[in-house]
């Protein structure tokens, strides 16, 4: 008996009491102190509270039948996520590639084991930061130097040096001096060899700025919401081109020229500049245990790979049946009229349990069944505390270790399971062309900007939000283009960098949601029509 269910029964137990209780007198019937009289209302109020719970399974069942397909991307669960940076040592010599979900274990003091991998690319070099320099500039503004030493040998090509923010620990902190990159960074230059002086003019160097996503790397734009919502600090990032040298070099130093309005109380120094950080999240790609299907059962449990006992399932990649022919998909069941079909048996939390097969020749013909699926540790996070031993799953770089930077972010369930009269009202939001200020801000708040969240409190700092319609010019399809003006209220120099991420996003939810062209307009704002197009300042 679940909590739920047991709050239900209770609340039925006391309804009837207080029922017995008011006919008193001549109006009582039987006496509700009466052992006999307890046990059937107590049948009563269990039978009511497991009706209710019945109806409210079949609502929710029913509403995430009705949801599947148009917003899986808003309820499968966040998983725990995390930062770890690469200490390179004198015996990394050469680059070393990381593509994207490389496999990393994390252990634990207590010899708890979690399997996370990899969010994005990394690029290893030889390449240390021994120390930063700031000085003044000729005129107005600062230079910050970073002294770079070459451990190995880096043949002629260019150089991409990612460095993340790391100010004081602190995510505010950190994302205002990020953000004050950002404003105030004028040029990025390098030296190679030589020291420079205060007023010398270096190589140019291209500066980006949060996450790269690859051409051919299909990531969802509201998952990159709710992901960048979870675990903000992997926005902290930025990467520095260095120019291929016309040389072998040994030293080199990078030059970050700032403008006079840099913050005084912001001081950069070499603890601030964290080179090689990647972030890694709590998700293991891998078939299920295989599937008989005899057609003597609709569901089957779907369990973990060995050996990893503890994992649940995360979400689903694709559902495959063994034929003559080898394996061939499985439609979902608001995809399939009445061929074969799959769908998955949801928890409250949204967790899926088990899985319904639908094969009609099942019986006739048995057939095994693969889920391909991704996995998760729901229980990890809250074991992972003290000092964390990280390395890297299936392969070793010879001269580099791993430490994890700061905690380990829990995982998070979407608030649309536990409302399922929501999850209609947001599927309902699909249909409409253009969203008003209440219902914008309601779906950054599915999306994962609530109290919970860094960027949660932002909401009363966005005034009116007016959208209207014009024609698209040529270059942009033709058609229609969606033209939101949002109106900013004052905002504080230390939250400038929380409300850029917040109407980045803002753009982002925009674009994803609408197939017409967009642009976002902010109003007031410190430069005249200043316009976020591509998720960009213009």
Request: aromatic share 8%; charged share 25%.
């Amino acid at each position: 008996m679940d909590d739920a269910f047991y709050r239900d029964f209770l609340t039925e137990l006391s309804s009837l009491d207080d029922f017995l209780r008011r006919r008193s007198g001549d109006d009582e019937l039987v006496a509700h102190t009466d052992p006999d009289v307890r046990r059937l209302l107590e049948a009563m109020a269990f039978f009511a509270a497991r009706t209710r719970q019945a109806a409210r399974d079949e609502v929710r069942g029913g509403v995430q039948r009705l949801a599947r397909g148009f917003l899986d991307n808003l309820l499968w669960p966040q998983p725990a996520r995390a930062l770890i940076q690469a200490v390179a040592g004198d015996r990394l010599t050469e680059a070393a590639e990381l593509p994207r979900h490389t496999p990393v274990r994390v252990r634990t003091p207590g010899g708890a084991l979690g399997v996370f991998r990899t969010m994005r690319p990394l690029t290893l070099l030889p390449v240390a930061c021994e120390r930063v320099h700031v000085s003044p500039l000729p005129g107005s503004g600062r230079r910050v130097a970073l002294a770079l030493r070459n451990r190995g040998v880096l043949r002629e090509r260019t150089l991409p040096l990612s460095f993340t923010i790391d100010y004081l620990g602190d995510y505010l902190s950190s994302l205002r001096f990020h953000y004050g990159l950002r404003e105030h960074l004028q040029a990025a230059t390098v030296f190679f060899d030589d020291e420079p002086a205060a007023d010398a003019r270096g190589l140019p160097c291209a500066v980006r700025y949060g996450v790269q996503i690859a051409a051919d790397e299909p990531v969802d734009a509201l998952e990159r919401i709710r992901s960048f919502f979870h675990f903000p600090s992997q926005e902290l990032g930025f990467e520095v081109e260095l120019p291929a040298p016309q040389r072998p070099w040994r030293r080199a130093w990078l030059c970050l020229d700032l403008g006079a309005d840099w913050p005084e109380d912001l001081v950069p120094n070499q603890d601030v500049f964290r080179l090689f950080t990647v972030p890694i999240e709590n998700l293991r790609a891998g078939a299920a245990e295989p599937i008989l299907a005899d057609g003597t059962r609709s569901r089957y449990e779907l369990a973990s790979p060995a050996p990893f006992s503890d994992m649940a399932l995360h979400s689903v990649r694709g559902v495959f049946q063994e034929t003559e022919a080898g394996y061939e998909p499985l439609l979902p069941v608001h995809l399939s009229h009445d061929g074969p079909a799959y769908e998955l048996d949801l928890g409250e939390d949204g967790r899926a349990t088990g899985l319904r097969l639908r094969l009609p020749q099942a019986f006739e013909t048995p057939r095994k069944v693969s889920v391909e699926a991704l996995w998760t540790q729901p229980g990890f996070a809250a074991s992972a505390e003290g000092r964390l031993d990280v390395e890297l799953q299936t392969r070793r770089i010879e001269g580099v270790r791993w430490q994890l930077r700061g905690r380990v972010t829990p995982p998070r369930e979407s608030p649309l399971w536990h409302d399922a009269f929501d999850m209609l009202h947001v599927l309902s939001l699909r249909s409409k062309r253009t969203l008003t200020r209440g219902e914008l801000l309601h779906l950054m708040r599915v999306l994962g900007a609530d109290e919970d969240c860094a960027h949660g409190e932002l909401a009363p700092l966005i005034g009116a939000i007016d959208a209207r319609e014009v024609p698209a010019q040529g270059r942009e399809g033709g058609g229609v283009k969606q033209v939101y003006r949002v109106a900013l209220r004052q905002v504080a120099p230390e939250l400038r960098g929380l409300v850029f991420d917040f109407v980045a996003r803002m753009w982002m939810l925009l674009d994803a949601w609408s197939a017409n062209a967009l642009e976002l307009e902010l109003a007031p704002a410190r430069k005249a029509g200043r316009l976020l197009t591509e998720g960009r300042w213009s």
